[in-house]
């Protein structure tokens, strides 16, 4: 589902805020590539860099668990698309 979904994903750590992966279609919106984004921290990345996806986005979602945002985020091509960013907060083994 991962990675044949229409909607992109990032899954990042919530104690440091890292990318761990990011889905396919998430390199088709924007034209960054996975590699680009896999190893930094999401605020970051060119693709978050200077959005309102910013490091406090982390103790809100600690604090609440879910949060949703609207924000705009550049393309390789230039361009800005808004999109609508849903970050919940789940554990996967000991990772949150």
Known sequence: VFE???DGIVIADAATGE???SNPFMSKLFGHPRSSLIGA???ESRLFRGSEMDES???ELQERESVQKTVSLPT???EQLEVEIVASLYAEGERR
């Open 41 to 43: 921290r999401y605020w």
């Open 57 to 59: 986005l982390l103790k």
């Open 4 to 6: 044949a979904a229409k």
């Open 76 to 78: 390789d091509a230039g």
């Open 19 to 21: 990318i761990v992966d």
